[in-house]
């Protein structure tokens, strides 16, 4: 079972140290002590405490889709030429950057400050895990 250190955990859910030690000393989260003596939270139960705690923007368009991947944030830069443009999202701490036509930009009425959706489907989805070599 994953151990992850109270400060990564903080950074992980966006919240304080000082929260996730709240969380461990109310139970909410399983803790035990490391070979250093440090406190650290068992990764399935932060994991699932994430997802329980999970505040998601409501998706203003309430139209169905079969993509699950939906990022509601707010347009924080466009770069547009005659042709193309690159938009940037900024959905809570993940930035989302699409490459569209102009043209798209255009009909979809996208500015800056303005609440757009991110929508990802992709047949490919590369998965990381830090510090492990293959």
């Known amino acids: ?5 109270i ?3 903080s950074q992980f859910l966006g919240v304080s140290d000082d929260t996730v ?3 461990v000393e109310s139970g909410a989260l399983e803790s035990e002590k490391d070979a250093s003596g440090r406190t650290v939270v068992d990764g399935l139960s932060l994991a699932r405490l994430a997802r329980e705690n999970a505040v998601l923007p409501a998706d203003p ?3 169905g889709r079969s993509a699950r991947n939906r990022f509601v944030g707010i347009v924080t830069d466009i770069v547009m030429d005659t042709v193309m443009a690159q938009v940037e999202i900024q959905a809570g701490p993940h930035r989302v950057v699409s490459l569209m036509s102009s043209e798209a930009v255009r009909e979809l009425g996208l500015e800056l400050g303005s609440v757009a959706i991110a ?3 992709a047949t490919n989805v590369i998965v990381e895990t830090p510090g492990r070599a293959s």
Not at 1 to 5: K, L, S, T
């Open 7 to 9: 400060r990564e955990a």
């Open 61 to 63: 368009s309430e139209i």
């Open 119 to 121: 929508i990802v489907k």
């Open 21 to 23: 030690r709240r969380w």
């Open 1 to 5: 079972m994953a151990h992850i250190r």
